[in-house]
């Protein structure tokens, strides 16, 4: 790919404005080994010698950040590629602003001879059944067990695809509640408030305070003496 800059956003520690707003927010995922945050420190250490740009920011997740350096690179003109195993990133594709992501499937990973499949919005459409711009809403309506966001009871992710493929916007769906029958329409009337808040829940944040510039993130090669050991 021979990007001209990179930059790699992580998590931190401390709890996110999405923990203090819901405290089930992943609240359904195992501890953090001891000996994974051992190779997350030594991977940043890493990074900084080879002088890769490495950011976090308090109360955000690495994919909100994500979500600003992508802006800010494809407002100032560059194409943007994110590297990612994270479908929530799908939101974040677009044509016009030159965004895709480079996905981190299993199939990609295990075998050294396949490269990371790219994903434009056709690609997220077939992957998903539906555009970037309807992921949030999506996630909204069918929840995602990975995160613990509920979405609405007893709404699937086919019946998700299917309402956004008629209505196009959570907004929209709720519009035309009147067109929508049986246990659907029941189960949707029962969900509002929790469909609203898991979009909340999963909309990416696009002005995350981060202290570094575009060209900050510029390659510039390594100091070989940095990666020696002593």
Do not use: M, W
């Not at 405290?23 to 890493?46: G, M, W």
């Not at 695809?161 to 907004?171: A, I």
């Amino acid at each position: 790919q021979k990007p001209r800059f990179l930059a790699i956003a992580f998590d931190r520690n401390e709890p996110t404005f999405r923990h203090e707003t819901d405290s089930n927010y992943k609240a359904n995922r195992k501890e953090t080994p001891e000996d994974f945050i051992v190779d997350i420190k030594n991977l940043q250490l890493l990074l900084s010698a080879l002088d890769i740009s490495v950011i976090t920011s308090p109360g955000y997740e690495a994919d909100d950040i994500i979500a600003t350096l992508s802006q800010q690179a494809s407002n100032s003109g560059y194409a943007v590629k994110i590297v990612s195993g994270d479908r929530d990133l799908f939101q974040l594709v677009d044509r016009q602003k030159n965004i895709t992501v480079l996905y981190l499937d299993n199939q990609a990973i295990k075998s050294s001879s396949s490269s990371y499949p790219e994903f434009d919005p056709e690609a997220v459409e077939e992957k998903l059944g539906i555009k970037p711009n309807q992921v949030v809403d999506y996630k909204a309506l069918c929840g995602d067990k990975s995160d613990n966001i509920p979405g609405v009871r007893g709404i699937g992710e086919k019946t998700a695809v299917k309402l956004l493929n008629e209505y196009k916007t959570l907004v929209g769906v709720y519009q035309n509640i009147g067109n929508i029958s049986g246990a659907v329409k029941k189960k949707l009337e029962e969900g509002k408030e929790d469909a609203e808040h898991s979009r909340y829940l999963a909309q990416l944040i696009f002005n995350v305070p981060i202290d570094i510039s575009i060209e900050e993130c510029k390659l510039q090669g390594f100091d070989l003496k940095n990666l020696t050991p002593v």
